[in-house]
């Protein structure tokens, strides 16, 4: 009976081990699956020349969004290109699929965005066209991040409103 005891003791043991490594490798290639997210969208961000050039209006604080901005489908396009990356940046943030510390490679691009008045004017103008058609904007995420984590409460009560006068931001949707 004791030897019974032993073999059922260590096989219990053993099972155990076992799990505990199956959930260690786990966890390790959930890492790396992680890192290579992270490495593919930063190496898009910064290799894709497109996305470089329009990263580079947006730092450089160029005149970009106006009245002739949506006749301009190639300057709307590649706007539309950079932030739709972006939201998909923070929409993996929003579901935890990338944590807090790897989101820090991204946070000073969209702090770009944030104090960048062009950037905030057409996001602006996309957000209330979207909820005049009973709909999430486009860029949902980025700008759920920047009202929650970036804007100063005073800029999210001017950015909510629909009224050019009590917002500061020209319409043009």
Known sequence: MTICLIIKILSTFGVLVGFGFGIYQWYIANKIKRAELIHQIIEKLRLDPEMLETMNMIDYDEQWYGKEFHRNSDKEKRIDKLFYYFTHVCYLRDREIINKEDFYIFEYSINRIYRSKQAKTYLWNIYHFSKEHHAKSSFHYLIEY????????????????????????????
């Open 146 to 173: 920047l009202l929650n984590n970036i804007f100063k409460e005073h800029e999210k009560d001017k950015f909510n409103s629909n009224d050019p006068e009590k917002s500061g931001y020209e319409k043009y949707l």
